[in-house]
């Protein structure tokens, strides 16, 4: 796709179910990232993948954050049993190699409300 | 705590005038970037500067990396209401394979 596309915009959660989020990246990028920012902060790293594989988990906060990719393309964040304070806007990006010559292409974010 | 922290936390200037923005890092990088984050949106890149380059210019913006300090600075010249956002220098260090972000500077540019 032209960018980096993430679903859904806006979720809203009770506190202790599962969510989903999801990531397109631009077509040909190897890389993707998530990270997350809480209101007013800078981002905080989560995880990255280099095609399918996650070389670096270390941002996750608990067991209860996991990832993957599939077929180098779409990349799904999954929060279980979630917590108030999973409340954020999560981020994705992507680029054509590490950061590549470009930066990162971030993507508009999914704001996650946990009640 | 962050590699990449900004200074200052909130600058307030009037049109037409120069902003700057520092950013500050603890440890070797491959190269620093800058973004820019306009309320309630995604993060938009603005320029990568690589550890081997001082100073690079895109446009009104002027980005200089002064490794033996471990800092950046960006300038936005003759700045707009447009320019109104949030900074963000990140950083890819040696080996990381990932970019570490600060907590960024928040600019208001009153028309």
């Known amino acids: 796709g032209a960018g980096v596309s993430q679903s859904p915009s806006n979720k809203v959660t009770e506190k202790g179910k599962d969510v989903e989020l999801r990531c397109d990246p631009i077509s040909g990028h190897t890389a993707l990232y998530w990270y997350r920012q809480s209101l007013g902060q800078g981002l905080e790293f989560l995880i990255y993948f280099q095609g399918n594989s996650a070389p670096d988990k270390s941002g996750l906060p608990s067991d209860r954050f996991s990832a993957e990719r599939t077929g180098g393309s779409v990349s799904t964040l999954t929060i279980q049993r979630t917590q108030q304070e999973d409340s954020a806007v999560y981020l994705c990006a992507s680029s054509l190699w590490n950061v590549g010559l470009d930066g990162y292409t971030f993507g508009s974010g999914t704001r996650l409300t946990v009640v | 705590s962050q590699q990449g922290e900004e200074d200052p936390q909130a600058l307030s200037i009037q049109e037409g005038e120069n902003a700057t923005m520092n950013c500050s890092y603890k440890?070797?990088?491959?190269?620093l970037q800058w973004y820019r984050q306009n309320s309630g949106r995604g993060l938009v890149h603005l320029i990568l500067i690589r550890s081997n380059e001082r100073e690079k210019h895109s446009g009104r913006l002027r980005v200089t990396l002064d490794t033996s300090k471990k800092s950046s600075s960006l300038l936005i010249t003759a700045s707009r209401a447009a320019d109104t956002a949030s900074y963000f220098c990140a950083t890819e260090n040696t080996n990381a394979g990932k970019s570490t972000f600060g907590d960024g500077t928040t600019l208001t540019v009153k028309p």
């Open positions: 440890t070797s990088i491959n190269n």
